[in-house]
């Protein structure tokens, strides 16, 4: 996922019936001028009000893990998340992302608390590669002489930690649970 941070998101809101009768009217909407799910439904309501009881679709959307939404659903979770991560830095909010769409968790299913803990026990922090991880990991947990850090293989050890205990995506490490 492609993205700064939830903060970013926007959903393009058109109706099905428009779309059957072939109009793509709709318009973008930042959910970021929405404070939850009830004001951003009733500004689609404003936006189709030309409608009796307008069944509203998705046609595209920005800045959403896949989990939080389809064509005609947006999820409970997305705007108590969003607020949740606003409060991260945002390369922590980058790392929430990339590690929530690794598939281990259901950002709609589960308690938005429970997903915040589950990062902050998993979330190991930055790394250039997984070389650099490993040094790092060497230097910080290990005291080695200096002779033998000269002969010690941090690539073979690289492979070996995340082969089991980390995994490695676009610059961030995290524990595997």
């Known amino acids: 996922m492609n993205m700064k941070s939830l ?8 109706t099905y019936s428009k779309y059957n009768s072939g ?7 930042d959910l970021s001028d929405y ?4 004001e951003f439904m009733a500004a689609c309501k404003e936006l189709h009000k030309d409608e009796e009881d307008p069944e509203y679709m998705f046609q595209d959307w920005e800045g959403i893990p896949e989990s939080l939404i389809c064509e005609s659903w947006l999820s409970e979770n997305f705007f108590p998340l969003r607020d949740a991560l606003a409060k991260l830095p945002l390369k922590e909010q980058k790392a929430f992302l990339i590690w929530s769409d690794n598939g281990f968790y259901n950002l709609d299913k589960e308690d938005f608390k429970d997903l915040l803990d589950s990062f902050n026990n998993e979330y190991f922090g930055e790394a250039e590669n997984v070389e650099s991880f490993a040094f790092q990991l060497v230097e910080d947990c290990y005291d ?5 850090k000269t002969y010690f293989d941090y690539s073979k050890f690289a492979r070996d930690l995340f082969i ?3 995994w490695y995506d676009n610059g961030f490490v995290f524990r595997r649970a």
Not at 23 to 29: A, C
């Open 164 to 166: 089991g205990d980390f």
């Open 23 to 29: 109009s793509l009217f709709g318009k973008w909407l």
């Open 7 to 14: 903060g970013y998101a926007q959903i393009y809101v058109g």
């Open 144 to 148: 080695l002489p200096e002779f033998a």
């Open 35 to 38: 404070a939850d799910k009830e």
